[in-house]
């Protein structure tokens, strides 16, 4: 789609050279190769990719350069970082989420022309992003409150906190390159621990607002952004050995990869968040009104680019036709346009190659015996393809069996619902499903085997993330570890404690510990 009457708000009046990377503390000026950086939003008149700026093309000096300035920065535990009081590292994050907000403008207009996320979803991923900073660091104050005390079992007492795990190779997405890059990057500093952060190949030069809030925020070495593309910076990385957490959110190929890259990987830990073939399960006395609405939601919103996207749907056939009608008429009933155009749900894709690859898809369902339901279904554009309602799928098809992640829609029919749970017990993936349905005799046994196959199960909802503060993980191929407020913290610390037994020298050695506040480990102040 292409449109010159832009309002002047959302044009592009400047491009971003992105000509400095932050190492040590340090905004490094990068004189080296750089990448442009295009949108496939056109800004003429005569369809064209529109050119946004630039970033730095990085090699492995650069890369290890990075992950020296961490290792510094952690020194073995010692460094200021790790080994700083609880309510200090919480005022440095509080500095930086302040100098955060600052920047909302800036970074949503990015949002919408680098990766063509709408204006309100935009917003959305920038204020969700500070609730959940914010939330991190209200949690992070009451895991400290529960863990200033003292414990005793067997003569021995124990003083248990939670502890950094070293420095962490961070790898967001391109679909949330913001909320989910966070959702790694920021439990993991808070936790004590030293980064680097390499930012998605969509979704980049929206990073460039926050470089100098990073910098003046912290400590230097703790955070360090690198740029370039993954294999040219965070293969050397992992190669040294040196990285104690890779917190990855993509697809299982890369964290695959990354991970055999390390020579010790039995002591790498993993936070993961992978692919899903997140499936919908329609039973008969489902209500359509309902469930058609929460299915267009859950496959296409944001064009269906979200690793909690509905990318299956299974229909139960007494209620197949009138579902497929209804929704297939939806589907071509939806609003596409530019990101900032009001009521738009449907935007252009950020991958240029991405419509190719959906009209693949539809080809060989459609040569295999399936239809296409919607009269758009499979219209081509500049920089996007129609989303097609695709029945009946079948198993042999690649629409079954590929994450898809874009806006195609295959539906499966079934009778005996031992058939689409069957598939659910062979696939790959594990992360959540939407069950539709009213009667609770049939609910009932469902939800106990959906449990022990996905990790949500949505009642008559579509799949989502949210609320941040509810565990977010998956099984199989689909992730490790659990991301969340509450639990991301975790996932980035290790429990560790002094202990010592209940006698006159250690009493009184503790006590003293204790009134001279020399340990900020040892410690039973309260964090308001």
Known sequence: MNNTDIAEEYKITSLIHQKSYLVNGVLKPWEGKSTEVYSTISSTEEYAPTLLGSIPDMGEEEALGALDAALLAYNRGQGAWPTMRVKERIECMEIFVKKMKTKREEIVKL?????????????KEFDRTVDYIEDTIEDYK?????????QKHDGVYAHIKRGPVGVVLCLGPYNYPLNE?????????????????????????????LLEAFQTSFPRGVVNIIFGRGRAVASPIMK????????????????????????????????????AKNPAIILPDA???LTINECIAGT???????????????VHKDIAKEFNKRFAKKVDALKFG??????????????PEKPAYIQELIDDAVAKGATILNERGGQRFDNYIWPAVLYPVTSDMRVYQEEQFGPIIPIVPFTDIEEPLDDMAESNYGQQVSLFGKDVYALAPLIDTLVNLVCRVNLNSSCQRGPDVYPFTGRKDSAQSTLS????????????????????????????LLDTKLSNFISTDYIL
């Not at 500093?189 to 190949?201: C, D, L, V, Y």
């Not at 104690?244 to 990354?258: H, Q, R, T």
């Not at 530019?338 to 991958?351: A, D, F, I, S």
């Not at 913290?489 to 006159?504: G, P, Y």
Request: proline residues 5%.
């Open 240 to 275: 040294t050995g040196k990285v104690d957490v890779l917190a990855l959110i993509g697809n299982s190929k890369s964290a695959n990869a990354l991970q055999n890259q390390h020579p010790k990987s039995n002591r790498l830990r993993l936070v993961l968040g992978l692919e």
């Open 287 to 289: 209500d359509l009104d």
């Open 300 to 314: 296409l919103s944001f064009n269906g680019q979200r690793c909690t996207a509905l990318k299956i749907i299974y």
């Open 485 to 512: 407020v509450h639990d991301a913290l975790r996932s980035f610390s290790v429990r560790t404690f002094v202990a010592f037994k209940d006698n006159e020298l250690n009493t009184d050695t503790v006590e003293k």
């Open 181 to 209: 890059t966070f959702a790694l990057l920021i439990p993991a500093i808070m936790m004590g621990n030293t980064t680097i952060f390499k930012p998605a190949k969509h979704g980049v030069l929206l990073i460039t607002p």
């Open 111 to 123: 949002l919408m022309w680098e990766i063509g996320k709408s204006l309100p979803d935009s917003q």
């Open 142 to 150: 009451q895991l400290d409150r529960n863990s200033s005390k003292f």
């Open 338 to 351: 530019n990101p900032w155009e009001n009521g738009v749900q449907l935007t252009p894709l950020p991958e």
